[in-house]
């Protein structure tokens, strides 16, 4: 895509590039502003320097173009706790921890991203994609649960999806409350990862991993 800028760094004009993306860029730009229900979708497409009509090339309505907004960030959030994880390795301890780390950095590297797609209030039924997405960057999540449950005897095992959505309520909390890249972020007297790291140790030891974290407890 190309743009043209004036004296003042600001856009004059689209010409002759990607309308999906450059729409996409500026729904970004603005949700970092103004949150994602502060901006019109004229405003958009004034923001990608394109004329009001433009936008109906791709999209229904503002509620589609943030539909898109969110579930490309649902796929690079999927991918990172995938290659975060990375299938356990080299233990499920060390890849649980990453996961951790992951989530709060994206957070922390994505907040417009972040705010599209927790914050947009989109009526998920009516836009299935985004469920999917969302679904599938869970299911990272779930699927690491299912490793550490495994972990514990048969008759001790909790169900790894009461697991999952409970790590993820701490996960998602600390991030929102503390560990997000905007002005929403909290100030609190240690990091966010080592937030999460305690209270993800103090929940895993409630469900009877050793005091080292996932793995067997010792008897």
Same mark, same amino acid.
């Given at each position: 895509?190309? =743009?043209?800028?004036?004296?003042? #760094?600001?856009?004059?004009?689209?010409?002759?590039?990607?309308?999906?993306? /450059?729409?996409?860029?500026?729904? @970004?730009?603005?949700?970092?502003?103004?949150? &994602?229900?502060?901006?019109? $979708?004229?405003?958009?497409?004034?923001?990608?320097?394109?004329?009001?009509?433009?936008?109906?090339?791709?999209?229904?309505?503002?509620?589609?173009?943030?539909?898109? %907004?969110?579930?490309?960030?649902?796929?690079?959030?999927?991918?990172?706790?995938?290659? /975060? =994880?990375?299938?356990?390795? &080299?233990?499920?301890?060390?890849?649980?921890?990453?996961? #951790?780390?992951?989530?709060?950095?994206?957070?922390?590297?994505?907040?417009?991203?972040? *705010?599209?797609?927790?914050?947009? #209030? @989109?009526?998920?039924?009516?836009?299935?994609? %985004?469920?999917?997405?969302?679904?599938?960057? $869970?299911?990272?999540?779930?699927?690491?649960?299912? %490793?550490?449950? *495994?972990?514990?005897? &048969?008759?001790?095992?909790? &169900?790894?999806?009461?697991?999952?959505?409970? !790590? =993820?309520?701490?996960?998602?909390?600390?991030?929102? @409350? $503390?560990?997000?890249?905007? /002005? /929403?972020?909290?100030? !609190?007297?240690?990091?966010?990862?080592?937030?999460?790291?305690?209270?993800?140790? %103090?929940?895993?030891?409630?469900?009877?991993?050793?005091?080292?974290?996932? #793995?067997?407890?010792?008897?």
């Amino acid at each position: 895509m190309s =743009w043209n800028r004036d004296d003042h #760094g600001r856009r004059r004009g689209y010409h002759h590039g990607n309308l999906r993306e /450059a729409l996409i860029h500026a729904a @970004l730009e603005l949700i970092s502003h103004k949150g &994602p229900a502060g901006f019109t $979708f004229a405003e958009a497409a004034r923001h990608a320097g394109v004329s009001p009509a433009a936008p109906y090339r791709h999209y229904r309505d503002r509620d589609s173009l943030m539909a898109d %907004v969110a579930c490309r960030g649902f796929e690079r959030f999927a991918a990172a706790l995938a290659s /975060a =994880w990375d299938e356990g390795r &080299p233990t499920p301890s060390a890849a649980f921890d990453r996961l #951790g780390r992951a989530y709060l950095g994206f957070a922390r590297a994505e907040p417009a991203y972040f *705010s599209a797609m927790f914050e947009s #209030g @989109l009526d998920l039924k009516s836009f299935p994609a %985004v469920q999917d997405a969302a679904d599938s960057a $869970f299911a990272v999540l779930r699927g690491s649960c299912e %490793v550490l449950v *495994s972990t514990l005897p &048969p008759d001790r095992r909790p &169900p790894a999806l009461m697991m999952a959505l409970h !790590i =993820w309520s701490l996960a998602h909390g600390i991030a929102s @409350l $503390f560990g997000r890249g905007d /002005a /929403a972020r909290r100030a !609190i007297p240690m990091t966010p990862e080592e937030l999460l790291e305690a209270a993800t140790l %103090v929940y895993l030891q409630g469900l009877g991993f050793g005091a080292g974290g996932p #793995g067997p407890a010792q008897s």
